[in-house]
């Protein structure tokens, strides 16, 4: 998701000095155009770096690259970052051929028309690696690249409610009240779907003990204004793959229309080749579109995701735009325009040279090593929430056990590993969950048993140092963090928007895992 910023007034930007009236010392006069042999040896190193205003004057490039560079030094490591799920390794000859199709703009078909081919390439592999039907001319599964998985998201409720719509008007009855239904672990991409398009939300809520949609309840919620239901392959939370085949079969069933979406945006490269037995594709015949993000396990650098559906049917044909655009004739459903061809391209060299049994090796890889961390952590005394043996994304949910009493929370233990650069992010599990407290540790392609193993002492010692801490220590620990360092608190979200009741999160305190 996108941060939203505040603008600085010029009463703010002023205010931009680490201590008052710093401003007023000079540090003497440097010639308009003195050249040195350092970066730190130029007038630039001793000016504040522009931050309200774009200066009047260029800078040397290498300038600009340091001080730029020296700035970025301060985030976290993207390896030792265990809350995303997003893709922080990549060879070097990828990364070559990415870098080299920096310039293209994708949707110039025209003048790129192998890179659309690739698209094109990537979109097959990947609806056949879903099981779409490909069997008989008239059987034409169809798919497109967006920026990631929200977009592709957005894109199959858009496609839904329409098709709801249009079904609603042919049988002369009223179409203004759209709703979905959906798990209240959803992220937060699903909330911004129904309220920016105007369809209602329905939620089969989590319990103490149950993290997944609930079948049946979900299908009770169904009513003829129900343009679809979402289920997940991999819940952002825990993990856990939504039992999609009970409620296909409870759809059929009971002869109700209504057609699935899946949100596979984790978990669509990892069941293929971890249960490839598990049906939740398009095996079931009310799946009718299934999203993935590549920038996840797709093994992809941020910025690609995927959407496929079943056939035109399910993708009316008024969303989709012919477009004459420089110079050629395409057919255009998406959110955006104008974007980069790297991703893609990234992704068409990932499944290329890692092949089906690469992605095996890797996925395999990261479950046995997920078991292996789980396996540590209930040892040190935590109760693992997660599923174990490939039910699940390879990764650890896992909370404080509440009957040992202790003086600290979750959020403590990931202050603790964030001073030892981890980046372990505790969460509030979702409504009706009582509550829940917990921390989810993400285990991505680079991350090996023998960084799992210094991880595994960094918990130790963080229990350890909390352990000699009394409650009052821990507390005023905790808000030093919330208040004073750039992780604790945003600075520069706008007022405005504080304090919001329309959200899972404004309503219950719901937390939104990082993606």
Not at 160 to 174: E, I, S, T, V, Y
Not at 199 to 204: G, H, P, Q
Not at 308 to 313: G, H, M
Not at 474 to 491: L, Y
């Given at each position: 998701?996108?941060?939203?910023?505040?603008?600085?007034?010029?009463?703010?930007?002023?205010?931009?000095?680490?201590?008052?009236?710093?401003?007023?010392i000079?540090?003497?006069?440097?010639?308009?155009?003195?050249?040195?042999?350092?970066?730190?040896?130029?007038?630039?190193?001793?000016?504040?770096?522009?931050?309200?205003?774009?200066?009047?004057?260029?800078?040397?490039?290498?300038?600009?690259?340091?001080?730029?560079?020296?700035?970025?030094?301060?985030?976290?490591?993207?390896?030792?970052?265990?809350?995303?799920?997003?893709?922080?390794?990549?060879?070097?000859?990828?990364?070559?051929?990415?870098?080299?199709?920096?310039?293209?703009?994708?949707?110039?078909?025209?003048?790129?028309?192998?890179?659309?081919?690739?698209?094109?390439?990537?979109?097959?592999?990947?609806?056949?690696?879903?099981?779409?039907?490909?069997?008989?001319?008239?059987?034409?599964?169809?798919?497109?690249?967006?920026?990631?998985?929200?977009?592709?998201?957005?894109?199959?409720?858009?496609s839904?409610?329409?098709?709801?719509?249009?079904?609603?008007?042919?049988?002369?009855?009223?179409y203004?009240?759209?709703?979905?239904?959906?798990?209240?672990?959803?992220?937060?991409?699903?909330?911004?779907?129904?309220?920016?398009?105007e369809?209602?939300?329905?939620?089969?809520y989590?319990?103490?003990?149950?993290?997944?949609?609930?079948?049946?309840?979900?299908?009770?919620?169904?009513?003829?204004?129900t343009?679809?239901?979402?289920?997940?392959?991999?819940?952002?939370?825990?993990?856990?793959?939504?039992?999609?085949?009970?409620?296909?079969?409870?759809?059929?069933?009971?002869?109700?229309?209504?057609?699935?979406?899946?949100?596979?945006?984790?978990?669509?490269?990892?069941?293929?080749?971890?249960?490839?037995?598990?049906?939740?594709?398009?095996?079931?015949?009310?799946?009718?579109s299934?999203?993935v993000?590549?920038?996840?396990?797709?093994l992809?650098?941020?910025?690609?995701?995927?959407?496929?559906?079943?056939?035109?049917?399910f993708?009316?044909?008024?969303?989709?735009?012919?477009?004459?655009?420089?110079?050629?004739?395409?057919?255009?459903?998406?959110?955006?325009?104008?974007?980069?061809?790297?991703?893609?391209?990234?992704?068409?060299?990932?499944?290329?040279?890692?092949?089906?049994?690469?992605?095996?090796?890797?996925?395999?890889?990261?479950?046995?090593?997920?078991?292996?961390?789980?396996?540590?952590?209930?040892?040190?005394?935590?109760?693992?929430?997660?599923?174990?043996?490939?039910?699940?994304?390879?990764?650890v949910?896992?909370?404080?056990?509440?009957?040992?009493?202790?003086?600290?929370?979750?959020?403590?233990?990931?202050?603790?590993?964030?001073?030892?650069?981890?980046?372990?992010?505790?969460?509030?599990?979702?409504?009706h969950?009582?509550?829940?407290?917990?921390?989810?540790?993400v285990?991505?392609?680079?991350?090996?048993?023998?960084?799992?193993?210094?991880?595994?002492?960094?918990?130790?010692?963080?229990l350890?140092?909390?352990?000699?801490?009394?409650?009052?220590?821990?507390?005023?620990?905790?808000?030093?963090?919330?208040?004073?360092?750039?992780?604790?608190?945003?600075?520069?979200?706008?007022?405005?928007?504080?304090?919001?009741?329309?959200?899972?999160?404004?309503?219950?305190?719901?937390?939104?895992?990082?993606?």
């Open positions: 998701m996108v941060h939203l910023a505040s603008v600085p007034n010029d009463a703010a930007a002023k205010r931009g000095s680490i201590a008052e009236g710093l401003e007023a000079k540090l003497g006069e440097q010639a308009e155009d003195e050249v040195t042999a350092s970066v730190y040896g130029s007038r630039f190193a001793a000016q504040e770096l522009p931050q309200h205003e774009m200066p009047d004057q260029e800078m040397p490039k290498e300038v600009a690259y340091r001080l730029i560079r020296d700035d970025l030094a301060l985030d976290g490591n993207p390896m030792l970052n265990l809350a995303s799920f997003v893709t922080t390794y990549m060879e070097d000859e990828v990364e070559k051929l990415m870098a080299e199709a920096l310039p293209k703009n994708f949707i110039d078909y025209e003048e790129y028309p192998q890179t659309a081919e690739i698209q094109n390439r990537c979109v097959s592999m990947i609806a056949r690696m879903f099981n779409a039907p490909t069997h008989s001319e008239d059987e034409n599964a169809m798919g497109t690249s967006t920026v990631g998985s929200s977009e592709a998201i957005m894109l199959g409720v858009l839904m409610k329409r098709r709801w719509q249009n079904k609603r008007k042919a049988g002369g009855k009223d203004s009240k759209p709703n979905m239904v959906m798990n209240s672990a959803v992220q937060v991409c699903w909330e911004k779907a129904a309220r920016y398009f369809v209602e939300e329905r939620y089969s989590c319990t103490e003990d149950r993290y997944v949609i609930d079948p049946e309840e979900a299908v009770d919620l169904v009513d003829e204004n343009i679809g239901i979402c289920a997940i392959i991999g819940t952002t939370y825990t993990g856990e793959y939504e039992d999609v085949k009970a409620i296909n079969d409870l759809l059929v069933e009971k002869d109700i229309d209504c057609p699935i979406h899946v949100d596979a945006a984790s978990g669509g490269f990892v069941a293929p080749f971890v249960v490839p037995e598990l049906s939740w594709d398009f095996r079931l015949e009310k799946v009718v299934i999203n993000s590549g920038h996840k396990y797709g992809v650098y941020p910025g690609v995701g995927w959407v496929v559906w079943r056939s035109p049917e993708l009316p044909k008024e969303l989709v735009f012919n477009i004459n655009y420089l110079g050629a004739d395409q057919a255009s459903f998406t959110l955006n325009f104008s974007k980069g061809a790297s991703q893609v391209i990234g992704q068409y060299y990932q499944m290329i040279r890692l092949g089906k049994r690469g992605y095996r090796a890797i996925m395999m890889n990261l479950t046995r090593t997920a078991d292996y961390l789980a396996a540590n952590l209930k040892q040190l005394g935590f109760i693992v929430m997660s599923k174990s043996k490939g039910q699940g994304l390879p990764l949910a896992f909370r404080l056990d509440p009957k040992k009493g202790h003086h600290y929370d979750e959020f403590a233990v990931a202050h603790q590993l964030r001073e030892r650069g981890w980046v372990v992010p505790a969460y509030t599990m979702a409504p969950s009582e509550k829940l407290k917990m921390m989810r540790v285990v991505r392609e680079d991350f090996t048993r023998a960084r799992c193993d210094t991880l595994v002492k960094d918990f130790k010692l963080a350890e140092t909390l352990g000699e801490m009394d409650k009052q220590q821990v507390e005023k620990h905790k808000q030093h963090v919330k208040k004073n360092t750039a992780h604790g608190k945003s600075k520069s979200h706008h007022p405005h928007y504080n304090k919001e009741k329309h959200s899972l999160q404004g309503k219950h305190g719901k937390s939104h895992p990082v993606c």
